[in-house]
């Protein structure tokens, strides 16, 4: 199992960033995908995830309205648009991935078997 993440890096505040993960090594349709991240000193929090195979969703309160997760299953890939950015958000955002994980449990890390390397996103004010 293998996630690479992409397009992080520095923006200004209101600006907008698309982070991409590209996964291989098993059934996109039968794994739950989520975003992560950890700011400095900080424990690492959930962000989003999406279904695989349903394409459901959910989203923590802080980024409602904001991000988007997305998925491209002919590709493998899911992805994470980040509009209206504050430097609150900054931090390294990693991909994760669980086999069949419940909607309930999607935005807790120690959920997640499968981790990418993460992609730093810094905003500044």
């Known amino acids: 199992v293998q996630l690479v993440e992409s397009g992080g890096g520095l923006v200004q505040a209101g600006g907008s960033l698309r982070l991409s993960c590209v996964t291989s090594?098993?059934?996109?349709?039968?794994?739950?995908l989520g975003w992560f991240r950890q700011a400095p000193g900080k424990e690492r929090e959930g962000v989003s995830c999406?279904?695989?195979?349903?394409?459901?969703?959910s989203y923590v309160d802080p980024v409602k309205g904001r991000f988007t997760i997305s998925s491209d299953n002919g590709k493998n890939t899911v992805y994470l648009q980040m509009n209206g950015l504050k430097p609150d958000d900054t931090a390294v955002y990693y991909c994760?991935?669980?086999?069949?994980?419940?909607?309930?449990?999607?935005?807790?890390?120690?959920?997640?078997?499968?981790w990418g390397q993460g992609t730093q996103v810094t905003v500044s004010s």
């Open positions: 090594g098993f059934t996109f349709e039968d794994y739950t």
């Open positions: 994760a991935a669980q086999y069949r994980l419940a909607l309930q449990a999607c935005q807790f890390p120690i959920e997640y078997d499968y």
């Open positions: 999406i279904s695989g195979g349903d394409g459901w969703t």
